[in-house]
């Protein structure tokens, strides 16, 4: 008998909008069966419907105000996994076209990094199957153009939740897969004030079903997952080296990567997991994250509104390590083929197996103003600036990555200065917003 859809996955893994409207319509049908036996009583019921029905739509706008005020993420895992079809998708997408190929879980695929590193291993012949929740952080239909422009290279991408591991169980059993490049995550600095369960949500409670995934895979993957500069946090020796302190976090987002550094060395010392974390520096660069600086100044340059430009301590201006985009898909390339195997296999460890941390960054840091003053040349507009000094949001005055680790090891040589990266942007952002985006750009 062929397997039936995972029913459960029809709703999202954390309680909302589906849920209350299956509970309102269960309690309304055996209402309607009780009432309408009598005719006597009908008006009163009908006038009880009224009242039941006007509670539940100022219910239901009270959950889609909050959710637009919090802009929480909602996973929304309600696509029907497993059956056949969805089983044949899977492997096509997890085909391997070259000798030696991965076969390759790409967490994340509809974001930045991940849409990226999902077509550079598909293009060289690697199977590639991804998955991402689509969550609204920010605006998903550019997840969905993502996932279009994947699937046009036969990229299949799960829409579900790392959270749910139904659909981890279910991905496994289908690929035998090779390597996890984990790339979904809550990113941002300072939303972590605003939302900050949904950073423990995804960064660590997602992280560890994951983990715990691969550890129980028959062969298990090496796992190479992004970290982030920011786990430098307080640290003020530049550039910074993978060997200086990242016990001072400055941010919740730093927080939970660098437990997550933690989390996942113990499942490289428990279970013999391969594990490669990559700290990226302020990735920018087509089809990048609108929360970004970068971007929202982008777009509101554009537009002719006000930008805020955030200023350190004593006016000092805040400055990044900032990198493009396919130098850092350069350096997770070749953190999947340097990984070297996990050693376990169903839980248990026979050996130990790498355990790695790299700096992903540019080694040239820059202001913010200057980033700014780009971009205003190639949008040929001035900037409205509003600076403000601005303590206590979670930044850091600067990021300045050492990539002498990356180079030796991974042979990561970053070639794009944030010029010439940032005219790659605005050329992609002009195709895309201001002309018709179905058309390829070459940038
Ligand atoms: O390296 C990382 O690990 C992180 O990089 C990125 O964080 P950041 O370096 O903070 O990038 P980004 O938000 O673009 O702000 C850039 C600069 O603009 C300043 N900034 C920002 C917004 C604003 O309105 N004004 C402003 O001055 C702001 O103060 C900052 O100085 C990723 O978002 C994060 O997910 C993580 O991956």
Known sequence: MPPSPLEEDIFPSTPGK?????????????????CFTSTTTMFLWALLLIALT?????????????????????????????????????????????VHGL?????????????????ALKKRGDGVVGLDNFNDYYDPSLKHARRALLDGHNIFVVEGDINNERIL????????????????????????????????????????????????????????????????GLNDKAPFSESDRT????????????AGEAITHSYNHIYGLSITGLRFFTVYG???????????????????????????KNGVDLARDFTYIDDIVKGCVAALDTSGKSTG?????????????????NTQPVTV????????????????????????????PFTHANISLARRELGYNPTTDLPTGLRKFVKWYESYYVEDHRKPVKY
């Open 18 to 34: 589906i849920k209350i409207e299956r509970t309102h319509h269960h309690t309304m049908n055996r209402s309607f069966h009780r």
């Open 54 to 98: 006007a509670s539940y739509l100022s219910i239901q706008s009270f959950v889609d105000s909050g959710t637009r005020f919090l802009h929480h993420p909602i996973p929304r895992d309600h696509v029907i996994i497993g059956g056949p079809h969805w089983e044949k998708k899977i492997r096509a997408s997890a085909q391997v076209h070259r």
């Open 103 to 119: 076969s390759v879980l790409v967490t994340g695929a509809a974001g930045f990094v991940g849409s990226h590193v999902a077509l």
């Open 169 to 232: 169980v279910k991905l496994f059993e289908v690929v035998p897969f090779t390597h996890v490049m984990h790339l979904a995550a809550q990113a941002g600095v300072r939303y972590a004030i605003e939302n900050p369960h949904s950073y423990v949500h995804s960064n660590i409670a997602g992280l560890v079903k994951l983990l715990e995934q691969c550890k129980s895979a028959d062969p298990q993957p090496a796992v190479v997952w992004a970290s982030s500069s920011s786990v430098y």
């Open 247 to 258: 016990d001072r976090p400055a941010s919740l987002y730093a927080a939970t990567k660098k």
């Open 286 to 312: 087509p089809w990048g994250r609108p929360d970004m600086a970068y971007f929202s100044f982008t777009q509101n340059i554009r537009k002719g509104k006000r930008i805020t430009i955030y200023r350190g």
């Open 345 to 361: 296999s169903g839980g248990k460890k026979k050996g130990a197996a790498p355990y790695r941390i790299f700096n992903l960054g």
């Open 369 to 396: 103003p200057t980033m700014v003053s780009i971009l205003e040349k190639y949008l040929k507009k001035k900037a409205k600036k509003h600076v403000v000094t601005m303590l206590g949001n979670g930044d850091v």
